[in-house]
């Protein structure tokens, strides 16, 4: 069968997380990340630890912040922590999205989010980024956490693909990559923050940026 469904992580593949996240924290909670480089790598450390149960996910943001501001010696509150959470919609997309989006959907592919998010939040960052999709899956529809599998178990069942109409698209090697392969899917890593490849993981492909789909689908 053809290609079909391009499915894709939203935070750090379509938007750009790590901007987002330092940006946010250190606004939140006074210039908190200002003398700290690592924010970003110990915040995504403690978000992963938060979601091995189902909450809303404006609760992880909330603890997380929390637990991050105590880590780097900060005396966060609870408003600190509501700032940082209802942040996350104006998190900004990388700049090539938007149009790689509109151009992908101009080649005849569907196109659906994947998130560990909320409903309300996703669509917010939707609205606000401009982003032209066809559809979602949140963790507030399946009550899991990527990289728990339930999101694909839910886009399977409602959008009726076969696993090889779709690929999955992420920045995410945890929540994403591992995942999808070990359902059979094919991937392409979206490598945003020039990491370097973990051993033994091998997507179908790896780019930079989403606008280079553009060149390696069919």
């Not at 987002?20 to 908190?32: A, H, L, V, W």
């Not at 109409?165 to 490598?191: F, K, Q």
């Not at 780019?207 to 060149?215: M, P, T």
Request: aromatic residues 12%; contains cysteine; proline residues 4%.
């Amino acid at each position: 069968m053809s290609l079909r469904y391009l499915t894709f992580d939203c935070y750090g593949t379509l938007v750009d997380w790590k901007t987002g996240i330092e940006t946010n924290f250190s606004s939140s909670f006074q210039n908190g990340a200002a003398n700290h480089a690592d924010v970003f790598k110990r915040y995504a450390l403690l978000e992963a630890r938060e979601e091995k149960a189902y909450r809303s996910y404006e609760d992880i943001l909330q603890t997380t912040s929390l637990n991050l501001a105590k880590q780097l010696g900060l005396s966060p509150n609870k408003d600190n922590a509501v700032r940082f959470a209802n942040g996350i919609a104006n998190w900004p997309a990388f700049e090539d999205t938007p149009q790689a989006l509109r151009d992908l959907g101009k080649r005849g592919y569907k196109r659906v989010i994947l998130s560990n998010i909320d409903r309300d939040l996703l669509q917010d960052t939707i609205k606000n980024n401009n982003l032209e999709i066809d559809g979602y899956v949140t963790a507030e529809d399946v009550r899991s956490y990527k990289p728990e599998k339930n999101h694909w178990t839910q886009f399977f069942q409602v959008y009726k693909v076969q696993i090889d109409e779709v690929i999955h698209v992420a920045n995410s090697i945890y929540h994403d990559i591992i995942p999808a392969t070990e359902l059979g899917i094919r991937t392409v890593w979206v490598n945003r923050y020039n990491e370097p490849l973990p051993e033994k993981v091998e997507p179908s492909y790896v780019v930079s940026k989403v606008s280079d789909l553009i060149a390696i689908l069919p």
